[in-house]
């Protein structure tokens, strides 16, 4: 079971952001990401322009597809937090649930095992 947090909510677009803190490798690039300020912006960016549907593949790229619903990547310099897009109650919820760096324009084993595993995973959030 992951544990997810709520980070971001908006009732005006109907749109929140979860985080997985039971992922180790999220909480760490997460955590890494906070400490300079020029990638906090730049995350908060690609958030923002995911919230009213302006992000451009160069910030949010489809990965995959699953029972869940769709994967996709959020980027931030070489960081790539892999993430599951799902429609609850008429919003459109966001699971940040896996970390991996695309070292290639192509996805290897164990990036694509990565983005699997995503299918996988079984919700919980906290403290909503």
Same mark, same amino acid.
């Given at each position: 079971?992951?544990?997810?947090?709520?980070?971001?909510?908006?009732?005006?677009?109907?749109?929140?952001?979860?985080?997985?803190?039971?992922?180790?490798?999220?909480?760490?690039?997460?955590? /890494?990401?906070?400490?300079?300020?020029?990638?906090?912006?730049?995350?908060?960016?690609?958030?923002?322009?995911?919230?009213?549907?302006?992000?451009?593949?160069? /910030?949010?790229?489809?990965?995959?597809?699953?029972?869940?619903?769709?994967?996709?990547?959020?980027?931030?310099?070489?960081?790539?937090?892999?993430?599951?897009?799902?429609?609850?109650?008429?919003?459109?919820?966001?699971?940040?649930?896996?970390?991996?760096?695309? /070292?290639?324009?192509?996805?290897?084993?164990?990036?694509?095992?990565?983005?699997?595993?995503?299918?996988?995973?079984?919700? /919980?959030?906290?403290?909503?």
């Amino acid at each position: 079971m992951d544990n997810f947090y709520l980070i971001h909510n908006c009732e005006t677009n109907k749109f929140r952001v979860y985080l997985n803190t039971s992922n180790a490798d999220v909480m760490k690039k997460f955590n /890494q990401i906070n400490r300079d300020e020029k990638t906090v912006k730049k995350f908060v960016i690609v958030i923002e322009a995911v919230k009213v549907n302006v992000a451009n593949k160069s /910030q949010w790229n489809w990965e995959s597809k699953c029972d869940l619903g769709e994967i996709y990547a959020i980027k931030v310099d070489n960081h790539r937090f892999y993430t599951l897009v799902c429609k609850n109650l008429g919003y459109r919820e966001l699971y940040i649930s896996r970390y991996g760096r695309k /070292q290639t324009n192509s996805n290897d084993k164990k990036l694509i095992a990565t983005i699997n595993s995503i299918s996988k995973i079984t919700i /919980q959030k906290l403290l909503e």
